[in-house]
């Protein structure tokens, strides 16, 4: 059991206080996930050639000032670093594969959470309202937010396996449920030389979505796949740069609620989580169909 959440904003003006809007829909969902939580955020996408690193340390006295000077000196003057307790966004116009290099020889031991123009990621370990304040989250600033609380029943309870889980750039997928057949898709993915970090069913969904979008399908077509590919009970909940997705399995039962108005378009796993925000008496609230795919822009 865990609870997945999810919230667009429509306007420009309440991107300020998307955080502020997010964060007791977070909390709401501690009871399905007391042991682990992260959001993704997507915010202003930097100029192109530009890309934010969301990285993690297990040593809260991690010293990200000497990261960045060295980052500065052997790759990239220009680098800028913005530290939040023991995680850290890197941007830098150093291309991906060369910082993705030089972080494995450098730093071998930190966890590299996500890479694009937009997103930027945070979790760990410990209850929600933990993570919640260790991270300043009712701060952050966006368009749409991508969260999760994680009560484990198949892989360990660490960072790394917290979600969101991202594969390629400005791509997350968080997940309630669970599948039966993620080393299949292990199994399909390893041999293309697709790289996986934990042992995570929600991985392999991750990864297998990011794969069909890689060889050219839109993000909807790649979740039509799903249906067929993916076995097991689920439902996901996607963020991109510019669009939030929900999937539920063929049999629904994991569950699932949608408020939207004109200003916002809200999800969470129960309504508990969405009865604090403005004007929901007045949103179309509705529970998501099986196996139908939900897409909003931002």
Not at 48 to 71: M, Q, T, V
Not at 106 to 128: E, T
Request: charged share 20%; net charge negative.
């Amino acid at each position: 059991m865990c609870g997945i959440v999810g919230l667009l904003v429509k306007k420009p003006e309440l991107r300020a206080s998307l955080g502020e809007l997010m964060v007791p829909m977070l909390l709401g969902m501690s009871e399905r996930g007391p042991d682990s939580a992260g959001v993704a955020v997507f915010g202003e996408a930097l100029p192109n050639g530009d890309r934010r690193y969301s990285l993690y340390s297990d040593r809260e006295s991690f010293d990200w000032k000497a990261l960045l000077e060295k980052f500065q000196v052997q790759s990239d003057p220009a680098a800028n670093i913005h530290i939040h307790s023991n995680q850290a966004v890197l941007l830098t116009q150093t291309g991906s594969n060369v910082v993705k290099s030089w972080l494995k020889t450098a730093y071998p031991d930190l966890y590299l959470l996500s890479v694009g123009r937009a997103i930027d990621l945070y979790k760990d370990a410990g209850s929600p309202a933990k993570i919640v304040d260790r991270y300043q989250l009712a701060a952050l600033q966006g368009s749409h937010v991508v969260a999760h609380t994680r009560m484990a029943t198949e892989s360990a309870v660490t960072p790394d396996r917290a979600h969101p889980f991202t594969a390629g750039e400005d791509f997350c997928l968080v997940h309630n449920g669970s599948l039966s057949n993620p080393y299949s898709i292990r199994r399909q993915l390893e041999p293309r030389g697709i790289h996986f970090d934990t042992d995570n069913d929600t991985e392999a969904a991750c990864r297998f979505l990011e794969w069909r979008m890689q060889a050219g399908d839109d993000l909807k077509t790649a979740l039509q796949s799903s249906f067929t590919e993916l076995d097991g009970f689920y439902t996901f909940l996607i963020g991109t740069q510019t669009q939030l997705a929900l999937v539920r399995d063929a049999f629904a039962c994991k569950p699932a609620v949608v408020a939207e108005t004109d200003d916002y378009v809200a999800i969470a796993s129960e309504f508990r989580s969405l009865a604090h925000l403005p004007e929901v008496n007045q949103a179309e609230i509705f529970e998501p169909a099986p196996e139908e795919i939900y897409l909003w822009t931002a």
